[in-house]
Structure formats: C-alpha cells, structure tokens
C-alpha cells in the first residue's frame, strides 16, 4: 500500500466531514486543500517534469482512513504524466493501457504500421502525379470547352448579321452546315476531354481505393480496440460492484464511452482506495500549470469533476457512500420575497436574487418562473425575456403578455437593450478600459462549461471599464454587446481575456460566498409606449 501517504500534520487540527464530497459542485474540505499544497511541493521539486507540467495537467487529492482507522491521502494525476501512466508518488490507473506486452500496444503498433502504409500511398511520387495530372487536365478541358463555346457563340453572332443581309438560298444553306459543323465539332471536343479525364481519373479512383480500403481497415481496427479496451476498466463502487465502461456509458445519452474515459483523476483516486480497503472521506481536484487554449483552467485552482467522462462514472463509484447533497437543488430562497423594481401592465423587472434559477431546471426546485407564474395566472407567453445565470443577481426583464415577450427579446437580438453588469474579479486589470472579443460554444464534455472556439463559437463581445483597484481585486464594468451563455464569466477569466475569474465563479475560477456579478442595469424601449424605459439596481457589494 505504497501509494497511500501519511498526513504530515495531525489530523485532529481538522473536523472530518461527514460526508463524502459531492464532486461536481464543492467548496474543497481544509484538509483536502492543506494535502493538495503537500501534492504541489512535490511536484514543485520535480525538476525533470517541468516541461510537462507547464503544459497544465489535473491533479487529485483523496482523504482516505485504513481499517485501522489512520487518516492519510492518495493523489493522483489525469491522463499520462511526463510520458508514463506509473510514477510512485501516484495511484496507478485503472487500467495500465502502455503495458509492453498488452493487447492495447501490440494492435496499436498494428494500427499505426497501417497509418504509415496510408501516409505512404499519400505522398507516393506517382500517385500525386496523378492526382495533379486530373486536375490540371480537367482546368484546361474547362479552359478549351469555354473557348470553343465563345468561338461558337461569336460565330452565330455573325451568321445572324449576314443572314440580315442576304437572301441567297445557297449562302444560307451554307450558313446552316457551318452552324451544324461547329456545334458537332464542339461535342468532339468535349468527347475528346471527358476520355481523357476518363482515363485519368479511373487510374486515379484505383489508388484512392487502395487508401480508402486501408483507411476502414484502420477505422474498424481502431473501433474494435476501444470497445475491448473500455471493456478492461473494470470499474469498482462503495458496495463493492464492478461495471466496464460501455456497461456505465450504455444507460447514458452518449453510449458510448468519450475517449479518455476512466483516465481522470477522480476515478483512479475512488478505484484504488476501493481495492485497498481503504474508505474514501473527502476528495478534491486541482489544475496544475498553463491553462489550455480552449477551456479555462487556473494554475493551483481546485475544480470540480467533468461531466461527459467523469459523470456517469462517478455515479457508478459513489453509490454506497454517504455523498454531500448537491449544493444546487438547495431551495435557499424559499422564503425570500422578489424584490420588484418596475411594473406595470405590461412588463415588470425584479431584483433576481443570486443562487435563484430564472426558469425551471430539470430538478423540482424554486425558480423567478415559478414565482411569477403564481403572482400573474393571467399572463400569456414565456414571461422571462432574458436570463441570468442561478449564481448571477440583478434586473431581470419580464413580460406579461406574449406581444409584449416577442417585441423584447427582438430588441435583445437586435442589440438594442442596454445592459451594464457589476463585478468583482479576482486580480488586476490593466487597462482601464477595452473589448473583449472572444467567440463561444459550449463544451459537450463537459457541460454547461463554455470554451473559446474561432472554428465553432458564436460572437461574443463585452465592452469593459475599470472602477477600481482593492490590493489584487478589480472592480469592473461589463457591457455586454451579446448574450453568450457565459459570457462574462468567461471573457473575465479567459487568458486571452482579462485573465481575472470573477471572484466565486466555481467553474472558471475559485469558489466564495456567492459569485460576485450582479446585473445593474438596463435601457429598453416600451413595447407599448415607445418610451425609453430605465431600470438601475446598484451591486450590494
């Protein structure tokens, strides 16, 4: 049991939880952050790994008890570190896919012997002389047939002058078979061009097939070895239970299992802790290193565990083990009142307290939704015009009617509406004042995270002023000029951004008290009187 460490400090300077973390939304356990700092000196003095934790990589800590009941730690890393799944300070993975003599390395050295043999064929000189030799023949037959038909057409052109000034029945009989002659000869010459492309390309086609046929053999090949290495992760829970991948994938959406799946730190931690007996009692992820250019990690924050990978997995592990309830599904504003800043007959704006849904989730729980629907019974249409986040406060927008929901949210597509949002970030931001521009999608592995995408991401744009400096903190203005999801959680925190999260921002930051971003203020157009409507809700921090 080499891999399990014992505390550097006594136990008892810390009140064990007495539930075990639920992983997807959580405030990191002291003890659990005091062995996440043991983790970083040890990697800090790993001078030959420097290189490759640079490149950022996600590291977690387990607080575990032996049957005994001593109180220590395993840790562990995602993915492959500095080229090896195997490193003695760490859990080993779930299952070893770079052992020499397995069945994972011996088809993919098969697999990738049939790569060379594609990319072989690919650059092969004859091959692309072919290859060049169609296309080239097929722009100059293009470049002949348009000739010919220009030559053709001036050729009527002069036919048709002529014919005004004659009426000699030979000179038009004459006119007639040159007229037929240029057209046959036209078909000659696209007859000639189609057999020599003809030719070309069927010689063309018989390479392509040769690298087609290897391609899905390399296709099928690569498909049957996921499925059989998925099968190998054999994947224990608290009672004791065993599933492979594709059996926990197949009750989801997906199915399948994601590549990497059973790679990630979480369940390496809960796996190894399982097969030595030893009881999982708190658990924590943190990234190391730079962050990644399309998602947002932060050097020595802690995050919470992914969805596509480590979701259903996760699931699978934790049951039979006393887990904290999800944060989210707490109903904390159950007797707060909405505070309501405009209304009248046909709109209202209340003040959406933050950790309170706009619009109903897939759990039962309290939404402004909800609470509107009950106070209005008469109104008609979707009522909430625009949203925010649970975790943001501020102005939200609502309508009465139907009318009045669809002439709103044209003038929030059509960027008319004004918006300004509050906010504090978690670092200095200089200069005083810029735009963001950074397009957005959502990432499918792991939702409802959004990355940086200029090939899949939609515009975003946020116009930004500085308020004020407090130590490392900034105080900020965002004008947002479109409504991503996200938005401005991500261009804050972004490296290509502010590089600054928004302090309490779970998924792109570090957790606090509540996430510091409040919506204070709007301008709109009266869908019914055309005035122009203000609303301002000054930040409570």
Known sequence: MNKFHQLPFPVTHFHLPEKFTYPFHYTPHPLCVAVAAEVQKYLQNKDEWKSDLEQGKMFGVLIVQTQT???????????????????????????????????????????????ARIKKAQTDKHYQATKTLLAETIDQAEKAICTAKEELKEAQQKR?????????????????????????????LKKQWDERISAIRSEA???????????TERK????????????????????????????????TTQQVPPAGAGECAAPKLLQYAYLHCLKPVA?????????PKREIRHHGYFYPACKGKCEPILKHMLQGLNVEENPLLNDLHRDTELEILFEDNWLVAINKPAGMLSVPGKADI?????????????????MIVHRLDMATSGILLVAKTKEVHQNLQA????????????????????PQEGIIDLPLCLDPMDRPRQ?????????????????????????????????????????????LGLNAPIIGDELYGKGADRLYLHAEFLEFRHPVSGQIIQIEKKAGF
């Open 366 to 382: 309290d939404s402004v939704y909800h609470r509107l629907k009950t106070r209005y019974p008469e109104a008609t249409g979707p």
């Open 283 to 291: 658990m924590a992820e943190f990234w190391w290193g730079n962050s």
């Open 411 to 430: 003038q929030f597509k059509s960027r008319m509406v004004k918006k300004r949002y509050a906010a504090l970030l978690d670092g200095t931001v200089i």
């Open 160 to 188: 048709e002058e002529r014919r005004k000034h004659t009426s000699d029945e030979n000179e038009l009989a004459n006119m007639i078979r040159e007229s037929q002659f240029q057209k046959a000869e036209l078909k000659r």
């Open 220 to 251: 099928t090949r690569s498909a049957a070895l996921q499925q059989q290495l998925f099968e190998q992760f054999r994947i224990l829970n608290g009672k004791g239970e065993t599933k492979n991948l594709c059996e926990i994938f197949k009750e």
């Open 205 to 215: 086609e018989t390479l392509d097939q040769a690298i087609e046929q290897l391609k």
């Open 451 to 495: 990355i940086v995408s200029t090939e899949h991401g939609k515009p975003a744009i946020t116009q930004y002023k500085v308020l004020a400096h407090n130590g490392n903190r900034t105080r900020i203005a965002f004008y947002p000029l479109t409504g991503r999801t996200h938005q401005l959680r991500v261009h804050a925190s972004h490296p």
């Open 69 to 115: 009941g001593e109180t220590g730690y395993l840790a562990a890393f995602s993915g492959i570190l500095a080229g090896k799944n195997l490193h003695d300070y760490f859990v080993p993975p779930i299952y070893d896919l770079q052992q020499p003599n397995g069945f994972f390395r011996i088809e993919e050295d098969q697999i990738s012997a049939i790569n």
